[in-house]
């Protein structure tokens, strides 16, 4: 069992070194095209469907922009579910870049506190992985690292048959 168990991991070490090789420092424009806003631009749910698919990690920046009146703040999740009008806002006239810290970890809620904006879908919830995960006994890293490697299979075994045409 243990001459398996140890390739795998080797393995899973390696893929989870290229992942933070290759991922250095991403910036993104939250929402796309049409920025950090709220109906009638957006639909409710446009933030959730934006950030699907997309990973976030330590070092990244989150880049809102918008045209308006709008705010950010950086809410718990039980903030973000009632759309709670935090006091602390952070105002950046139209612009403001949040950098993810290097070694982010969890979920970031963001929501906008300009009158029902929130309620609206004006609010954001993402993953954060840090590319240097911290040796942990828990399962969250592990179970991260075997979607990684799920994912890389995945990709091969759908590219390995194209060059081979
Ligand atoms: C802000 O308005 C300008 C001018 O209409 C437009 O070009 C730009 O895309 C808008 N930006 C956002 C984030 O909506
Ligand atoms: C919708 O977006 C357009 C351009 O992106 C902007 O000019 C307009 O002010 C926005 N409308 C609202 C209600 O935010
Ligand atoms: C944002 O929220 C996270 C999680 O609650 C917290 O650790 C971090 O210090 C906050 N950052 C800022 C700039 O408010
Ligand atoms: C969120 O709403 C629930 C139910 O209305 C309330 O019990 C709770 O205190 C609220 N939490 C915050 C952080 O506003
Ligand atoms: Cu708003």
């Not at 949040?98 to 029902?116: E, H, K, M």
Request: charged share 10%; glycine share 10%.
């Amino acid at each position: 069992m243990g001459r398996g168990v140890v390739p795998v991991d080797c393995l899973v070490v390696a893929i989870l070194a290229c992942l933070g090789a290759a991922a250095a420092a991403t910036e993104y424009v939250i929402g796309g095209s049409r920025g950090w806003t709220a109906p009638p631009n957006i639909t409710a749910g446009y933030y959730t469907e934006w950030a699907a698919g997309k990973t976030f990690a330590g070092g990244d920046t989150l880049k809102f922009v918008w045209n308006g009146t709008h705010n950010v703040a950086n809410v718990t999740r039980e903030e973000y579910d009632n759309c709670t009008k935090v006091s602390s806002v952070l105002e950046g006239g139209e612009m403001l870049d949040f950098p993810l810290p290097a070694n982010a970890n969890g979920l970031y809620y963001f929501i906008c506190t300009v009158d029902s904006h929130c309620q609206n879908g004006q609010k954001l919830a993402i993953t954060v992985i840090s590319p240097t995960p911290t040796e942990s006994p828990n399962s969250s890293p592990s179970s991260t690292a075997i979607g990684a490697l799920f994912m890389l299979v995945l990709l091969s075994s759908s590219i390995v048959p194209m060059l081979m045409n």
